[in-house]
């Protein structure tokens, strides 16, 4: 069972957030959409106040963002905004639950599954966090989350992101950690979206570049690219008012 933050009326627009962290990185997308959307941000499981699945990966987790919508007796189509982890999830929502979706936004992602180099990687940080905590790979993580711009004139971002992420559970970071590392490739299905698609990247993103982004988008039939000036990997966080204007934007031309 998930737990969310949900405000607001109208079309229900569902936010799911990056790794490491939780639903509290999109607080100024909730303020900003919250008069005009039902805005939803459930913490992934492991992460914020949800508890953790037995046998977690990216397609179960896109499961209990389902299951959290039956729960709240949502049987309208939703929008997604899935931002890297969340944008995992909401590319395996996509392929799991077609029928439920009203349009989709992914954000500084990818669809291609780790490649060897990114695995053992992922296994170096599952070791790090046993044996150290989740704090000791926090700081290690930051320059590449946060955008050269960020890094050097939004102190306050670099120390809301350490402080969030730092927060987490060890368990849950490193159960989500296995999910990542272990998620399916979902290049095979994105010729089937059939929504309207947004996808947006921090311009200074070095994870999931704007490159990346670029092919993304041009897989998908119909999607658009929108840049984020001035932002890294958590581009809604690094410039939210871009990211806001482009998420509105796209919103307002599906409602």
């Known amino acids: 069972m998930l737990i969310s933050t949900d405000k607001g009326s109208g079309p229900v627009v569902v936010f799911l957030h990056a790794f490491p962290l939780d639903r509290r990185m999109w607080l100024g997308q909730i303020e900003s959409l919250a008069d005009m959307y039902r805005v939803i941000a459930p913490d992934l ?13 990216i397609d179960a987790f896109a499961d209990q963002v389902a299951e959290h919508l039956d729960d709240k007796d949502i049987s309208q189509p939703v929008t997604l905004v899935g931002l890297s982890m969340g944008g995992y999830v909401a590319l395996a929502f996509a392929r799991r639950q077609p029928h439920r979706l009203a349009g989709l936004v992914l954000a500084d992602t990818k669809a291609p599954p780790d490649d060897p180099a990114a695995r053992a990687q992922r296994d170096q940080l599952i ?7 989740v704090t000791a790979i926090v700081d290690a993580m930051l320059p590449k989350l ?14 809301a992101t350490r402080q969030l992420a730092s927060s987490q559970r060890s368990e849950g970071v490193i159960a989500a950690l296995q999910a990542l590392r272990d998620r399916p490739d979902a290049t095979p299905h994105l010729q089937q979206i059939a929504v309207p698609t947004l996808v947006l990247v921090g311009e200074e993103d070095t994870i999931t570049p704007p490159s990346i982004a670029q092919s993304l988008a ?22 939210p008012t871009a990211f806001n204007d482009g998420l509105l934007t796209f919103l307002t031309g599906i409602s």
Do not use: C
Not at 45 to 57: C, N
Not at 146 to 159: F, Y
């Open 146 to 159: 946060l955008g050269s711009s960020t890094q050097h004139a939004r102190p306050e971002v670099v120390a």
């Open 45 to 57: 499981p492991g992460f914020g106040d949800s508890p953790l699945l037995a046998q977690p990966s």
């Open 127 to 133: 070791a790090t966090v046993r044996r150290a905590g």
């Open 218 to 239: 041009q897989a998908i039939p119909g999607a658009r690219l929108v840049v984020i000036p001035q932002a890294g990997h958590l581009a809604n966080a690094e410039n």
